[in-house]
C-alpha cells in the first residue's frame, strides 16, 4: 500500500502545530493545530504546506480510512467528523459521543473510541455506537492487536486487554503513574510512559509482566516507535526534548533538543521520518541517523 516514500528532512514553519497523521499511501500529512480550529496538509516528499482548511472545532486526534479516501477527525466539541479526502472543506457530523477525551483508531471496518472512562465501538456507515464497555480511568492511547483481535490501552495503574468477540476487559497491573502507551505488535510488547517514574516501562504481553525500565528523567508528552520495532521516541517537557530508545537494549541512545513546548511526535508508516512537533514547527528526521 505505501506507494510513496517519505523524503523529506528539516523544519516547516507551522505556529500550533499538534498532532500528526500520515495518508496510508504516505503522501502527505494532516497537521493539527493546537491552537485554532484548522489542520494544515504536509507533502511529505517535499515538507511543502499544501493548503490549511478550517474545522467546526479545534481537532484533537484523527485517523484515515484503510484506503484513504476519508479522515476521521474528533473534535474538542466531542463531535467526530468524516472528511473526504479529495474536497477537503466537506465536514460530515458522524457522531458525538462526550464532549471531552475523545480518540479515534481505526480495527478493520470500525473505530474505537474512548469518552469518560468508556471504551466505544462506532459504526460508521450509520454513524452509531455499535456497544460500548465500562473501563475506569481509561487513557486516550490505543492500540490494537497484529491479528486484530484486542485492544489495548492503559489507566493510571494497569494495562487494559479487550477481547473484541467476547467484548470483556482484563487489567494487568502496572506502577501507579501511566499515562501513554505505544504498542509493538512484531514482539507483543508495550511501552508506558509514567509520571511519576519519569521513564518508560516495557510490559511483555505474553508474560502480562513488566520486563524493563527506561529512566527518562522528565514527564513524557508523547511516545512513538518505528513500525519495525527497532526505535521508541518518547518526547519529554523537561529539556524539550526527544529521547532516541534502542528497544533492543532498553537504554536511551539520544536526545535531540527541539525547544519550545514539544506536542506530538509521530513516524511515517515506511519507517523512514520521524516528525515531531512543537507551537512553532514541525521538525523532520531520518530514522536511519541512528542506525549503528
Known sequence: MLSVKSGFEGEISLVGAGKVIFH???????????????????????????????????????????????????????????????????????????PSGVLLTKNGPRPYMTA?????????????????????????????????????????RSFVIVNLSQWTVKSVAIAEGASLMAFYPGRALAYISNTQLKGVQVLDLAGERIVAFIPIGGDIVDI????????????????AEMCVIDTAGFKVVDRVFIGGGVRNVAVTLDGSRVYVTNEMFVRVFRVDRWAA
Request: hydrophobic letters at 40%; aromatic letters at 12%.
Open 116 to 156: 469518560l472512562n468508556t471504551l466505544y465501538e462506532v459504526d460508521l456507515s450509520g454513524g452509531r455506537i455499535v456497544r460500548s464497555l465500562a473501563v475506569n480511568g481509561i487513557r486516550d492511547s490505543l492500540a490494537v492487536s497484529a491479528a486484530r483481535h484486542e485492544i489495548y490501552a492503559v489507566t493510571d
Open 224 to 239: 512513538a516507535l518505528t513500525p519495525n520495532g527497532v526505535y521508541a521516541f518518547a518526547l519529554v517537557n523537561e529539556g
Open 24 to 98: 496510508p499511501y504516505g503522501e502527505y500529512a494532516f497537521v493539527f493545530n493546537y491552537g485554532a480550529p484548522e489542520f494544515s496538509v504536509i507533502d511529505t516528499v517535499t515538507g511543502r504546506i499544501i493548503r490549511t482548511e478550517r474545522c467546526p472545532s479545534r481537532a484533537l486526534y484523527g485517523v484515515f480510512s484503510q484506503d484513504g479516501l476519508f479522515a476521521y477527525l474528533n473534535l474538542e466539541t466531542g463531535q467526530t467528523r468524516e472528511v473526504n479526502t479529495h474536497v477537503l472543506s466537506s465536514f460530515q457530523r458522524i457522531y458525538a459521543p462526550a
